[in-house]
């Protein structure tokens, strides 16, 4: 089919780089997690190295900070984002400064956001002097520990921090293209403010909401900067104790490092399918 | 200016909703001589407009040819081919003027600035729009825009122009106005144009030969009269507005039929006879063989809907559409006689599709799908 | 739905300065010399480690290059696969649409945590490794995908039909594309573009794995500092971070609004 050749073509270089870095770049990985490394004399394809780090006592409580954190983060993103972009929306503002400044989270990397919440929530941070001057506590140590928790609170506030402008963005779009007149139609029919929003603006508001969750899910469960800086030591975020097995001395450790690289990326996969189910049900509702 | 043929053009999609392809033109050839209007109509669907895209090249046909002057032109691309189509919506080039919209066919063949500004003067004056040149076309109205579109595709001199309903996003009397203008221009500059559309009446005004395409069949092409007065079957008698039909018998080269009999030239059987709305006469008559069920307004005429009495006899049809002048207007209820010149009835084998196409437009009454079948 | 109550835009400010108020924080941190508990306010300003970071012997200069080069050319380079590809997909049909659509999508979850490590060991082999050039190849993952959704909805918005109209009129496809696409998703690659040299310059284990400590950009130098509690230098950076990625983004939004307004200008007047 000629279409089908000509959309081929025109998709080659992309296709190029993502064919053969993307993919191409885990290919390497998935085979050291099973052992094959020959450039350390590896050949041996064994199940042993998937055995022991699942075995491992740091495995599973890794992988279930990262889900926790990940979907705490991503959780409150969605919904206080969603709250921003209808204030932004009712006061009418949302497009200029207001609008500019919610943005600018976006611009700042996750480790200039740690830094940030460094500043802030650390014991030492503003919050606590605010706290101090305010009478509620009379020293650091009145601080509850808020950054390198066990909870894993910094990095949640990290990723509140970029998520929340973000999600606001997409759903800011979504309202304000959303025909005002099927909010008028309902509270014609008599709906309250809340029903009308319940009823008609949060059902079309789910696809964007949906899929959005599933996207800052998704990065912030395999992101490395905030929990490496930020995180407590144990459990360390699965990501983080990816990359502490890849640095190892030994080359023969590496494969201990690409099981967890795998699990992530399997994961990460799985998300991925997840967010592109959701994407269509956004075309779909537009 | 050339002489258009297409030959025995086939063209199908694949739809991705069902398994099968969907056949969106089936062996149409239609022939539009130098200079002609051809009008192409047909109800609202992709048929026409695939059509115009094959004649022009953006389409390639499965089957079929297409010849500008006996000529195969399939090999020919795109940008050479010399067909230019107008699409329903001008489709403008935003970031462009008016005059550098004109003369963008020029600049494309290498023109020099000199010719590309003289030629857009041009054609500015053709279509009486020397004031806007300099404007964007987000700034200018939808009539003013279709003037562009066709200053635009007549400033490359072409030699078949192709028109996409182009005027149907228009008011009525835009559109009224619109339409002479491009007729009076096509006259002057003689140039060979096939038009589609979904309005039979502008069909019938505008065309030296009209085709009548459904479902991806051309049923018909001849002169506008021909093609109206004497449909080759209902489905192209329905493309005019709602047809009456009813039982005919034909017997010793004599037709009867509920309005009488007369000779008729036809084998002997059965038949299914049609009058048009403006064919039947009615009076009032306390014995009549109709009531009047409905009756509209319609400016220069009322519409009745008759319900016959004789629809015992095996008729089969639950409602007349009757068109009448305004003078003696008939009440609600009231009974009614209806006559006809039976030698001006159009008989059609029994068997025939009664049903309507799935749209017919008119710009008097609403002839709209009504189910005029029993 | 707008309100006249004052519950919203008091609690849009409250939103906005939680926000804001850790930029504005991280702003003063970069001029403090010395901010002790608990004052809520520096004790002593210095502008030492601006000095410092404007003096001849910082790093500055070849951090700045390195990275303004790295980013602005995975952009270009990016724009220039993701235009094509967003037409593909935003205007044809084709077998295997949706696999590819899900290869676009997943290097924005998948981390580079996947993929560099593998990708390290082909440079290796190709001798890239450690190069500027690999570095600038491994930034394309992340990027491409913003730039091809970025412009796909470019696509679908603007359709086939203007493109179709330039033929018929008498363009080659490569008239069509030059004289009318072009201009009109213009707007739109200056958009992508702003956000693609962020993404870009934000990377911090691609260029790790793949720069192999020869490449130094400002999130290299960033991740250290803020790791070792620098405050102040790392305050200092991270302000040039965002400095460096608001004034591009600013250029590309004005490029936009130029294209937007201005009409192609090789034409009759």
Redesign the interface.
Known sequence: MKSALRAYLLLTPALLVLGALFLGGFAPSFLQSFGYFPAVGMTEPTLSFYREVFGGREFLPSLLFSLRIAFLSSAGAVVFGALLALLLLRTGRGEKIEGALAAIPVIVPHTVAVLLVLNLLARTGLLARLLFASGFISSPDGMPSLVFDRGGLGVIAVYLWKGIPFAAAVVYVVLRNMNTRLWESATVLGASRFQAFRYVVLPLLLPSLSSTFVLLFGFSFGAFEAPFLIGPTFPRALPVAAYSAYIHPDPTFRPYSMVMVVVITFIAMLLVYLYSFFLAGEERAS | MANLELRNISKSFSS?RRNAPETVLSHVSLVVPDGKIFCLLGPSGIGKSTLLKIV???LVPEEGDVLFDGESVLRV????RG???V?Q?A?L?????V??NI???L???GAS?GE??QV?AEMLSLVEMEECA?K?PGEISGGQKQRVALA??LA?RPRILLLDEPFSSLDARLRRSMRAFMRALQRKTGITTLLVTHDWEEALQDSDILGLLFDGKLLQTGAPEDVFSNPVSPRAADFFGVRNYFDVEVRDGTLSSPFGSAPADAPDGRYLGMLRPDQIALLPDAGGAGSVLSAEYGGERIFYDIVPSFSANGCGWSRFRVAASLEGRLREGEKVSMSARCDTIRLFPAESDRREPRETESSYARDTQSEVEV | MKTHSPFAPLLLFAFLTLLLLPVLVLLIWSVARSWPWPSLLPAAYSAAEWKSLFSASSRLVPVLLQSVLLAGGVTLLSLAASVPAAKALGLLSFPGKSVVEMLVLAPVIVPPLSYAPGMHLLFLRLGIADSFAGVLLAHLVPCLPYGIRILTNVFRALGDRLEMQARVLGASPAQAFLHVTLPLIAPGMASAGGLLFIVSLSQYLLTFFLGGGRIVTLSMVLLPLVKDGERAAAAVWSTLFIAVSLLFCLLMERAAKRCASSRDTFFLS
């Open positions: 991705k022009c090249g953006l691309p795109v940008e050479r067909a230019v189509l699409f919506d489709s080039f935003p970031h462009l003027t005059e550098e003369a963008f066919g600049k494309m063949r600035r590309q500004r857009a300099r964007l635009r595709a490359v």
